[in-house]
C-alpha cells in the first residue's frame, strides 16, 4: 500500500521539470546530516540521510 501511495505522488509530479517546494513536502518526511568528519588527506566528510514518507529505509 506505501508503494502505491508513492506512485501516486510521484504520477502527481511527472511532468514538472522544476522540483518545487509542494513536492519536496509531500514525498520527504526529513533529512538527516551527520557532523562533519575529516579524512586522512583533510577533506571533510558529511553524511546525509534522507527519509522518505513513504518508504521505510532510507535511500
Known sequence: MKLDQLKHKFNKFIDNVELTTDMVNSLIERIELSYYTKTEDGKK???????????????
Open 45 to 59: 566528510h558529511r553524511r546525509m540521510i534522507i527519509k522518505y514518507k513513504f518508504i521505510d529505509d532510507s535511500l
